[in-house]
T-cell receptor, first 115, second 116 residues
Framework: GENVEQHPSTLSVQEGDSAVIKCTYS??????FPWYKQELGKRPQLIID?????GEKKDQRIAVTLNKTAKHFSLHITETQPEDSAVYFC??????????????FGTGTRLTIIP | DAGVIQSPRHEVTEMGQEVTLRCKPI?????LFWYRQTMMRGLELLIY????????DSGMPEDRFSAKMPNASFSTLKIQPSEPRDSAVYFC??????????????FGPGTRLTVL
């Protein structure tokens, strides 16, 4: 089955700086890579996702890059703000085009933005 | 829509007791997922359903765990008998099958289970 590794497990950055979280996956058939954000005591929520037919996707201050050859993908947050403090999870699945398939999650990165 | 609804939000029980967690997915969604979250193991998929049919239960830890989805608007996760190591936050999530765009899973607020 799929195995997703995520690094680092904790990350502290100064407000305004950039944060990068990296994930690797094992199953070359995986083609869908979402990122979820979980604030303290709250539920995980999707913030961005990418499919294997693109190498990069941006949404305002967040971006995700994918390297299929190396089987890794990364989340980039620029101009970090205090509200970015949360736990971020990467995930991978083999999306076959007709429905949702199970996600394998990474172990999470606790991001702390220092004011 | 109210989103995914879970009950109870908190459950404290004693070892050996039966525990039933409940979930109401978003209306119209045809996938339902049960996850368990702990500090040690992160977010683990236990089981998921498509159109009320269990598709993959390989994440269910052992026979003490069972899940049902009798109709499109209700699912249960039962633990019998419960053990202290079952203490965790249990999330239910639902999604709508799509051929393009985001296959977003919408999570419920979770049930925090404590087994003494």
């Amino acid at each position: 089955g799929e195995n997703v590794e995520q690094h680092p497990s904790t990350l502290s950055v100064q407000e305004g700086d950039s944060a990068v979280i990296k994930c690797t996956y094992s199953d070359s058939a995986s083609n869908y890579f979402p990122w979820y954000k979980q604030e303290l005591g709250k539920r995980p929520q999707l913030i961005i996702d990418i499919r294997s037919n693109v190498g990069e996707k941006k949404d305002q201050r967040i971006a995700v890059t994918l390297n299929k050859t190396a089987k890794h993908f990364s989340l980039h947050i620029t101009e970090t703000q205090p509200e970015d403090s949360a736990v971020y999870f990467c995930a991978a699945s083999n999306w076959r085009g007709f429905g949702n398939e199970k996600l394998t999650f990474g172990t999470g990165t606790r991001l702390t933005i220092i004011p | 829509d109210a989103g995914v609804i879970q009950s109870p939000r908190h459950e404290v029980t004693e070892m050996g007791q039966e525990v039933t967690l409940r979930c109401k997915p978003i209306s119209g969604h045809d996938y339902l997922f049960w996850y368990r979250q702990t500090m040690m193991r992160g977010l683990e998929l236990l089981i998921y359903f498509n159109n009320n049919v269990p598709i993959d239960d390989s994440g269910m830890p052992e026979d003490r765990f069972s899940a049902k989805m009798p109709n499109a608007s209700f699912s249960t996760l039962k633990i019998q008998p419960s053990e202290p190591r079952d203490s965790a936050v249990y999330f239910c999530a639902s999604s709508l099958a799509g051929t393009s765009g985001r296959d977003e899973q919408f999570f419920g607020p979770g049930t925090r289970l404590t087994v003494l």
